[in-house]
């Protein structure tokens, strides 16, 4: 389903029901997350901060949903390959908000380390933010690389 936001035009992926929000795809190609009536891209002065919301579903569930989106919509297949998993992840543990941290922490098994999430891994051991539970799942994560 495409929709207008402004002159941009935004095909809708996936309906999140947990984070309250749709998934899309803009004209160039860049992944946006709509709530309510507003629509981000990762490139807007937000950055990702507005795909935070996707940590309300696990990794996988979210996965397959994008999956399906883009197969319905007849977009490429590969389209799912760009969407930022880890970098949502990191996001997440960067907010230094405790339900934020423990969603993003439960994704981990499911997203590649990328430079960003294993500076934010990093960053929470350091700062011994989140539970120590959290904290030995983030240190556990970066020794399996």
Known sequence: MSRGDGMEQVTIVARLDKARSEVGVNEGGRWVVRKRTATYSADDGAGLVPFVSCLEE???????TLAAGIARCGLDVSLLESFPFSDIAAEG???????WISLAVAWLDGVRLSERLVGALTQLIQRREGTQRERQQAWRRLQKG
């Not at 696990?58 to 397959?64: A, H, M, P, Q, Y």
């Not at 543990?93 to 339900?99: E, L, N």
């Open 58 to 64: 696990s990794v996988e569930d979210l996965r397959v």
């Open 93 to 99: 543990i960067s907010s230094r908000s405790p339900k």
